[in-house]
């Protein structure tokens, strides 16, 4: 299984279902690989169509097989709605080391809400050794509290 760092580029979004009637959405995305998690920019009045061009790493280890995308209207005063999520399979990144800008279906109760464009890219640890020994590195056998 790979580790390494996964570098997901957040495009855009297109054909959003609009959760807002009186305004503009105000979307941003949350991302979620296992249990790392990390927020965009709100895309401000940008409705349906929203553009982020954001840049975020996450730390890929044992059992990483997914990234979670979901997409969310900024409210003030109430609480914020769900527009819907979209599952980005990372085997093809494993494999290919990049995938460009891509269309992932946007999905609420089983139901088509839009598309969101990503794109991911990922490094493998250049350590492979993943099972260190105690004298791999300076524990307490090296300290000066154990002379």
């Known amino acids: 299984m790979p580790h390494g760092t996964l570098e997901v580029v957040l495009v855009s979004a297109k054909g959003l279902e609009d959760t807002d009637f009186l305004n503009n959405m105000d979307p941003y995305v949350l991302l979620t690989c296992r249990t790392q998690e990390q927020k965009s920019n709100v895309a401000s009045g940008q409705g349906t169509t929203p553009e982020w061009n954001e840049t975020f790493i996450f730390t890929v280890s044992e059992g990483t ?4 995308a979901k997409i969310f209207d900024k409210d003030v005063g109430t609480e914020d709605d769900a527009v819907g999520e979209a599952t980005i399979p ?3 990144v ?3 080391g990049s995938v460009p800008p ?14 969101i464009w990503i794109a991911v ?3 493998p640890s250049e350590n492979r050794n993943w099972g260190m020994d105690d ?6 056998k090296n300290s000066e509290a154990s002379n």
């Open 94 to 96: 494993f494999v290919e």
């Open 90 to 92: 990372l085997e093809p």
């Open 65 to 68: 097989t997914e990234l979670k």
């Open 121 to 123: 890219s990922f490094k």
């Open 135 to 140: 004298e791999s590195y300076g524990g307490w």
């Open 102 to 115: 891509t269309a992932y279906n946007v999905v609420k109760d089983e139901e088509y809400k839009g598309e």
